[in-house]
């Protein structure tokens, strides 16, 4: 594809009123906001009660949903109109837009919170904004169907799965060159380094597997596979991946299986299956971690796992085809 | 085109030396210029020139996408015979130099004639056209890979989203061209598998004649509705009509209130311009900027025919058409296709197991397996022939 020319972001509408707000204490529990990618909205639960605070328009087709580092904006990728919706998180409402070019599918924020990483599903491309302008970087090409990003703890790399290429793609974030293309089993669509940085792992919905790639040598290391008594292998479809905090335990969320598998992060033995609503994808941990959240597409609901006892403790219903879950403390 | 990559060669096997040299992986697509089809009854059904080569054009350009970060170079080399061409006779030059990786878009009859030339021994040929019930059974090949769903398989997707809908009570009306037959007899059969009925059958030997007229619709709306009128009660008239000779005339002039289904009306397929599920929306938007038209089951077929190729090359790191042929039958095997799931050969027949799509005209309504149809093995195994009743025999 040809290089297009950088353009500016579109700019904030609302800049000054999220200036103007001013920083009063706030009394209320940590917060889910899930993308519903059918409904074109973000729905917010309370952490505690799980109820529906607000429930925010957004713009066409929200999927990849992130919380800011200062946790004062939730950002959402809106597929269809080729551009993120910045929420501000005390009036939980839509304050700014950034042009992000054709279908952006989900995003991730450089390790400092300056950059935003997009991937734009249909172009084969990453798009690279300014966060604080909206302005383009540069753009990266990858493979076809790019989606999940991930960011290595020390900046210099971005890695992008790229569905229809099979590969996870590693970017230097000081050249913006590829400088690394690992093949992965079929479609990949998440990305996620270990806490230690040692590996990163990548999840492959059809391949039904996960590759564990060791980041500098660029060779996978181990491939892990599931195997659930009753399940066709077919409907196996790996996508979330979330690790806890020690590194020791992975939740991978299994889409038609209606599974989270649990795993021995070091010894990539899968320990459980922790049966959840239907075709779950994307999972986030809540601020404590003491709880997981997950989005099941089809069941139009998220399902709460309590980490301690692996246990899933209630769903409770979201918008339709929830997408993805960003939480903030 | 080909002649010309023919004349670099070395007389040494081309894909070989391409292992050692970054040389580009020959695919060839074979194709004959098949007279048009003829008119069609509806003005919004054509017949696109590049259909199917579109579909194997687009899917080399991306296995190529993936080729650039492994080293790894296809070209898709296009020979079209000219009508009536003996596919035997005109291959033949092609594989002056070995046996080759074949993407037909051939009709049934060519494709055995290919398949059986002396000349092909050796070849791996991937069927990205035909739907025949045969080709999968008695005229099997050990050398033919089949894509789309066969006609059985269309019959039981159809079958198990009726049975589901426990609509079980069916009319056939059958059309008069061999292939008629054949999907009929899928459709008994399938009313046998999944506990339906068929209550009437009826064959209808229409003459389309002259399809444009500027007369009205008189006719048509007298002649269907005598065509269906019969004495039981039914749920849907299932319609056999492979050549699309009267089954669009159907809906909504039956003489009775009931839907059509079949091979017009609600249809099984593998592909529509209409589906966006399982990431499908991307590849029709790939391929309308690649072709700036919708995507047909044909282009379909030979985007996976080439894309299957890709997969036992790059992540089967396959070169010769015999390792690529292991590599399709073997367990390490899988391609995707927009269906949710990995795709692979059944080792029976060679036939890829696949979901099925049901649809009408604007918008896909179900994907069959339909939810309680089970199999011990895999339960996409639950359309078309199953293991223990093909009547295959591969040699090997």
Redesign the interface.
């Known amino acids: 594809m040809p290089s297009r020319a950088m353009t500016g972001g579109r700019t904030a509408l609302l800049v000054s009123a999220v200036l103007s707000c001013s920083f009063a204490a706030r009394a209320r529990a940590s917060e889910l906001f899930v993308s519903n990618e059918v409904d074109n909205t973000v729905t917010v639960l309370d952490g505690d009660s799980y109820r529906i605070i607000a429930t925010i328009p957004t713009d066409q087709r929200p999927r990849g949903i992130v919380e800011t580092l200062d946790h004062k904006a939730v950002l959402v990728c809106d597929g269809d109109s080729s551009n993120i919706d910045v929420i501000d998180t005390k009036t939980l409402k839509v304050i700014r837009r950034i042009n992000t070019g054709p279908?952006p599918e989900t995003l991730a924020m450089s390790i400092s919170g300056d950059k935003l990483y997009v991937s734009n599903?249909?172009n084969?491309l990453v798009t690279v904004i300014d966060y604080a302008t909206g302005k383009w970087i540069t753009q990266v090409q990858v493979?076809?169907?790019p989606e999940g990003l991930a960011v290595s703890k020390d900046g210099r790399t971005v890695v992008v799965a790229s569905?229809?290429?099979?590969?996870a793609?590693f970017i230097d974030t000081r050249t913006w060159q590829?400088v690394a293309?690992v093949?992965v089993d079929?479609?990949p669509r998440v990305a996620v380094y270990t806490p230690d940085q040692r590996y990163l792992w990548v999840s492959s919905e059809?391949?039904?597997t996960v590759s564990v790639i060791d980041p500098k040598s660029h060779q996978i290391a181990h491939v892990i596979n599931f195997d659930i008594p009753g399940v066709?292998k077919?409907?196996i479809?790996p996508v979330g991946l979330q690790f806890t905090g020690d590194g020791r335990t992975a939740f991978v969320a299994l889409g038609?299986a209606n599974r989270v598998a649990v795993v021995d992060a070091r010894t990539y033995e899968v320990k459980q299956y922790i049966l959840v609503g239907q075709r779950p994808w994307q999972l986030t941990f809540s601020p404590d971690r003491s709880k997981l959240y997950v989005a099941n597409g089809l069941t139009n609901d998220v399902t709460i796992i309590d980490v301690s006892s692996l246990k899933a403790v209630k769903s409770v219903p979201v918008g339709r085809l929830p997408w993805g879950i960003a939480v903030i403390p | 085109m080909l002649s010309l990559w023919l004349g670099v060669s070395r007389p040494c096997d081309a894909v070989a030396a391409g292992a050692a040299a970054p040389r580009a992986f020959p695919i060839v697509y074979l194709s004959e210029a098949y007279p048009e089809p003829g008119i069609m009854p509806s003005l919004l059904e054509t017949h696109p020139a590049d259909e199917g080569l579109a579909g194997a054009r687009e899917a080399t350009a991306?296995i190529n996408?993936?080729g650039k970060?492994?080293g790894r170079n296809f070209k898709l080399y296009v020979e079209i015979l000219p009508a009536g061409a003996d596919v035997a006779a005109q291959s033949r030059r092609l594989f002056a130099r070995g046996p080759l990786v074949i993407v037909a878009d051939l009709r049934a009859d060519d494709l055995l004639k290919l398949a059986d030339a002396p000349a092909a021994k050796g070849s791996l040929i991937l069927d990205m056209r035909t739907t025949d019930d045969s080709l999968r059974q008695q005229d099997c090949r050990s050398s033919v890979f089949h894509v789309l769903p066969n006609q059985a398989m269309r019959a039981d997707a159809l079958a198990q989203f009726l049975v589901e809908k426990r609509w079980t009570r069916w009319f056939l009306l059958q059309g008069p061209t061999l292939q008629d037959a054949v999907y009929a007899a899928d459709v008994r059969r399938s009313a046998t598998r999944y506990g339906a009925r068929i209550v009437a059958a009826k064959s209808y030997d229409y003459n389309p004649g002259s399809r444009r007229s500027d007369t009205g619709y008189q006719q048509i709306q007298t002649q269907m509705p005598l065509a269906t009128q019969i004495g039981s009660d039914y749920d849907v008239l299932f319609v056999a009509d492979e050549t699309d000779l009267f089954g669009d005339y159907l809906p909504y002039n039956t003489f009775a209130a009931r839907p059509v289904v079949g091979t017009q009306g609600l249809i099984a397929a593998a592909w529509t311009p209409a589906f966006q599920s399982y990431?499908a929306l991307?590849m029709q938007?790939?391929f309308d900027l690649f072709a700036h038209r919708a995507m047909t089951e044909r282009d379909y077929g030979g985007w996976l025919a080439v894309s299957i190729v890709g997969?036992a090359v790059?992540?089967g790191r396959q070169i010769s058409p015999a390792g690529i042929r292991t590599y399709l039958r073997s367990d390490n095997f899988?391609?995707?296709g927009f269906k949710?799931?990995?795709l692979t050969f059944r080792s029976w027949d060679q036939q890829l197991r696949q979901p099925v799509l049901i649809a009408q005209p604007l918008m896909v309504i179900s994907m069959s397996p339909q939810n309680g149809f089970l199999h011990p093995g895999?339960?996409?195994d639950t359309l078309g022939f199953d293991q223990p009743e093909t009547q295959c025999r591969l040699a090997q």
């Open positions: 279908d599903e249909n084969a493979g076809i169907e569905e229809e290429t099979s590969m793609h590829v293309n093949l079929t479609r059809v391949g039904g066709d077919q409907y479809g038609r | 991306e996408t993936t970060f492994l990431s991307q938007h790939r997969e790059m992540r899988l391609v995707a949710g799931q990995g895999n339960t996409t």
